[in-house]
């Protein structure tokens, strides 16, 4: 008998061995680097990062939100006049109607008063334009961290983060100021019986920081619905948490319409206050398709306990 012969038995077991650890490898066995998750449930890759490379990453989105704000704001320094026009156009319309004996005026107490100030709305008018790029620039910051699935957002993260914030300030706008301006020009005029008249002489710093402070105040509180989505996506609240949190949502809503709105009349409270309780509940509604879908063995482990 031929030596090949001689060794075909013995080499028959190993070559069935082999074959059977294919098999298993194909199934995923025992392979420890291998998981049954799909690729959207888990981290695109778990790269470990230094300190000084998050540093680093996060210098540069810096950088690229802060070159975003320059640009806007030299685009905005060349129509000044112009914007200053549109922030003022509230407050002049108001004085105009309440037939306020001369004109209104913004006054400037130094020299270079009015070109600091012209240069602080034309910031301010840079970072409502920039607000795209920056919020562009905050998501690809941390999207590392986030699951594949999660960065498919970031098309809906940037738009819904700018829709938002230009609503809250179109609304300070629009519908605050309007109100809040009518209730302070009520309690101007004649006081006691000497003659005596309270008018007002505003200075275009004093104007400006609050003009702007409104604004920008508007703009991130119309951030709601995104904060909570964020809250919600990281598992640290629930929807069904924020259903029974809706009671405090309303009652605090009304709170900060009337401190937001001050004065008697109650059109302009409801109006801030049902804005806010709007975007609570719309809030809600949003956390119910982004919250993270539970396993079943947290459901048994939840039901036993």
Not at 31 to 55: Q, V, Y
Not at 63 to 77: E, K
Not at 230 to 243: D, R
């Amino acid at each position: 008998m031929s030596d090949a012969e001689t060794r075909a038995p013995d080499e028959t077991p190993s070559n069935d061995g082999n074959e059977g650890n294919e098999g298993n490898e194909g199934d995923g066995g025992n392979d420890p680097g291998h998981t049954g998750d799909d690729e959207t449930s888990r981290p695109e890759a778990d790269i470990t990062m230094t300190i000084w490379e998050h540093l680093g990453e996060l210098r540069s989105r810096v950088f690229r939100a802060a070159l975003a704000l320059f640009a806007c704001t030299i685009g905005c320094w060349a129509f000044h006049e112009k914007i200053w026009n549109w922030l003022q156009k509230p407050y002049v319309d108001l004085w105009l109607a309440r037939k306020f004996p001369g004109p209104p005026e913004f006054q400037t107490l130094g020299p270079a008063d009015i070109f600091v100030n012209y240069m602080r709305l034309s910031l301010v008018g840079g970072a409502i334009l920039a607000a795209p790029v920056i919020f562009y620039q905050l998501w690809s910051f941390i999207s590392p961290g986030l699951y594949s699935r999660e960065k498919r957002f970031i098309v809906p993260f940037v738009f819904f983060s700018t829709a938002l914030f230009l609503s809250g300030v179109a609304f300070a706008y629009y519908v605050a100021f309007p109100f809040t301006f009518s209730y302070f020009f009520s309690l101007l005029g004649p006081v006691g019986d000497q003659g005596a008249v309270l008018t007002q002489r505003l200075t275009q710093d004093l104007y400006l920081d609050f003009a702007t402070t409104m604004l920008l105040a508007f703009g991130f509180v119309f951030e709601l619905p995104l904060f909570i989505t964020f809250l919600v996506m990281a598992g640290i609240v629930t929807p069904g948490q924020l259903v029974r949190f809706s009671r405090w949502a309303i009652l605090l809503s009304f709170i900060l319409g009337a401190i937001v709105t001050p004065g008697p009349e109650i059109s302009s409270q409801l109006a801030v206050s049902l804005a806010l309780i709007a975007l609570y509940f719309l809030s809600v509604l949003v956390a119910f398709f982004v919250a993270p879908k539970r396993s079943k063995d947290d459901d048994d482990a939840k039901a036993a306990s």
